[in-house]
C-alpha cells in the first residue's frame, strides 16, 4: 500500500483536489469518494508515465 497527501475542498456541488506531489493537475467528482478514485486514477497514470512532462514537487535538501 502507498500512502499519497493530496488537497482536496468542496466548492459548490462538485468536489476538487490534486495530489500534492503534483499541484498542476486537478480533478473533481461529485462526490468525496469520486473525487478520490479520480485522483487513485490521476496518481496512476502520473506514475506511470502516461502524461509526458509532468512537473511535481519534490524536496531539495540543502547542507
Known amino acids: 500500500m502507498q ?4 488537497v482536496v475542498w468542496q466548492e459548490d456541488d ?5 495530489l500534492q ?3 498542476d ?6 462526490r ?3 473525487l478520490m478514485e ?3 486514477d490521476l ?9 509526458p512532462g509532468a512537473r511535481r514537487v519534490e524536496d531539495l535538501i540543502v547542507s
Not at 493537475?25 to 461529485?30: A, F
Not at 496518481?43 to 502516461?50: E, V
Open 3 to 6: 500512502v499519497v497527501k493530496i
Open 21 to 23: 506531489e503534483y499541484p
Open 25 to 30: 493537475y486537478w480533478t473533481q467528482g461529485s
Open 43 to 51: 496518481q496512476s497514470d502520473l506514475s506511470s508515465g502516461m502524461i
Open 14 to 18: 462538485s468536489w476538487l483536489g490534486y
Open 32 to 34: 468525496l469518494d469520486d
Open 38 to 40: 479520480h485522483l487513485k
